[in-house]
Every structure is written in C-alpha cells, then in structure tokens.
C-alpha cells in the first residue's frame, strides 16, 4: 500500500486512476489555489499520475508571474507520488471532485474537501462539498462555493503569432472530437503542456461535451481574459441551456466576469478558516 503523509494544513491535489489526466485543467486550478492558500495556510500540493516537475516548470514560465522565490516555495511544496492509496493529512482538497476514485482511497484526514464537478450532486456526507448552487442542488454538507481564476498571477499575452489559428481543444478525458477546421490548433493530452499556446491563436472553437456538462470551463475565462474570439459550435448551441455548468459559465464571462477572479479576499479563505 502507498502511503502518503502531511504536515500541511492543507494538501490540493485531484483524483487519478490507471486512466492518466496529464497536464489539464485540474492541474491550472490546483496552482491557482495554491498561490492563494499558502499566503493564510501551511499549503501543499500533490500530483499523483505522471507528471514531472518539468512540465509543471513549464507551466510556470509560461503562464504565471511569478518570482523566483515563489517557484522555489512552491517546488518545495509539492510532493510527486504515484498514485497513492492511502493519505494521513490533516486537511486535502480535492479540485475535480472525482467522487467515484475518491471513494477507493484511504483517507485518514481532518476534513475531506471536494470542489464540485460531474453530472451529479455529491451527497456523501464525509465530504465538504464546495459547489456553485446555480449548478448543482444544495445538500446539507455542502457549501455555496464558485470556483474561479488567479488571472492576478498571469503573464499577459501580447503577441500572437499565428493569428488566423483556431483551436480546437480535444483532449480525451472528457472531450474527444473529430471536428476539422481550416488552419487549425488542435490539441490532444499527448500535445500538453503546449508552450505559448495563448500567442499560438486567436479564436477558440468550443466543440461538443459528449456528456453534455461543463463545470466550470476555464479556457473559455482565460479566452474571454485575453480577448480571444469564441466560436461554439453548432452541437453545442442544441444543448446550451441542457448544460447548466457551461451557462452559468458563460453567463458570469458576458455579464459579470470580475466574479470569476480569485484574489485574497476569496470566500474559500473563512470558509477552511472555520473548519480547518
């Protein structure tokens, strides 16, 4: 049995199986969350499928701006094991709220908080769901909670290189696609982290969810932050009100977009303050 231990206040990290996510947006909310965190807690990190520091420095560079003081706090503070089953921490975040996975674990901790993300309402009530309600039905253990951006840590983008490119997001963990376009960036798990992919295109096709939901897509935030074009494609528009994650999304992009900026004054602070 693999065991993984903390002192840390807190642990973020996202759930994993034989099934590799790479590099994905659990692994943008996980950074973010960190930055934020680690300024009011003792905060670690832990990526349990198979991804290196390397990629992570990638990233870094890339996106953020941030210090090198910061990138060596944050190195120091993340922990790369593979796929452990058991966890004696005081406090663990999950990001994606992978119930099913989460279940199969060991988990010998304080408090066990889920970020809300899937076609159902989690109603286990060992966990501390953190959940938009808009979304997602009220239970009693979980928390009116919306998940956002550190886009205050971002590198602007000025350039764009190619700036007829399309991209087409297609990666397979939830969102594989045939879709062919002219002069086009389309980008599978095997393609992650792309360096500069913001100065690589200016107009991002948004293709079908095979299950129809989209919990809190961040490429469209970060497409609508750096002024990118957005294309949805015609499935989509069929299902759009279906899929109560992409529309309350897109609503807050269109007509309350500061909302989705995570800065120190988050709700997320008093809320593991008076838990944790």
Known sequence: MKIFKSNKDIILTYS?????????????EVLDYYLLLKEFFSTGILFAEDISWSDIELILNDKYNLSDTEISELKNDTIFQNRPSLYKVKNILFVDGGENMINTYTLLC?????????????????YIVLQDYRVYNPSPNSINYKKKLFFGKYKPKHRIKNANKTLIYATENCRKTDKELPNMLKLHKKDLPY????????TYYYTA???KFDCSSRLLAE????????IFD??????????KGLFWRW?????NFESLFLTY????IDILRKII
């Open 234 to 243: 015609e499935e989509v528009l069929e299902y759009f009100e279906e899929d």
């Open 223 to 230: 497409c609508k932050f750096y002024n990118k074009k957005i």
């Open 209 to 211: 969810v095979p299950r």
């Open 110 to 126: 304080d408090n066990i908080f889920l970020f809300a993300c899937g076609t159902k309402n989690i109603s286990n009530p060992k």
């Open 16 to 28: 994993w199986s034989s099934n590799n996510h790479g590099i994905c947006g659990h692994t943008f």
């Open 251 to 255: 609503n807050d992009i269109q007509n």
């Open 195 to 202: 360096p500069n992919l913001f100065n690589e295109f200016s």
């Open 265 to 268: 004054n988050d709700k997320i």
